[in-house]
């Protein structure tokens, strides 16, 4: 394994563990547009979407295993049959869907968003300092439990299979690919 590749390795676990492990506040997210990546999205306290936000993970689509959170934030969310069926199919789930299966917390305009994201923050810190900690920890604790046991297996099998296959993009045709994405 290269030392690019190994850091890259360590620097996601890391991010990923660093997020659920050493924050002791709420957490608010505001995804306000598609994209990917979003697991930090998924994995804060509460998350709130843009009418456009879309929740994908393209790992698998792209010839890679989906072991950098995506998919562990989908499974934890949705469940393994729905979260393994859009991971293989590479589908993204748009953002009423999303609300509807528990990824996010709330649908905005995309001009209210940052509102009601604020407007959140400021009714959390009215509480205590202590009763916003305790709370954090109560509500964050699946997440804590879902890293602990399961994302260095994950981390450590994605980074295998892009070594073992000497590629990120097993075959390049995989990204021009589009009418057999659309059959799914």
Known sequence: MTS???QSLND????????????D?????????PGMHTEFA????????????DFMDPHFWLG???GDGQYKAFEALIGPKRASYYTYAAKSIPA??????GIVSDVL??????????????????????????????????????VTEDFGLHMAHQMLANVAGKSLVLDPELLADSEARKMF
Do not use: C, Q
């Open 42 to 53: 998924m994995m804060s306290d509460i998350t709130f979407a843009a009418l456009d936000a």
């Open 96 to 101: 009423d869907k999303a609300l509807d299966w």
């Open 109 to 146: 305009p995309r001009e209210r968003l940052l509102d009601r994201v604020w407007e959140l923050a400021r009714f959390i810190m009215k509480r205590s300092r202590y009763a916003r900690w305790a709370a954090h920890n109560i509500v964050s604790r699946h997440w804590k439990k879902a």
């Open 64 to 66: 890679s295993p989906p």
């Open 25 to 33: 506040i709420p957490t608010i997210a505001a995804v306000n547009g």
């Open 4 to 6: 690019h590749r190994v």
């Open 12 to 23: 996601g676990w890391k991010l990923i563990e660093s997020f659920v492990n050493s924050i």
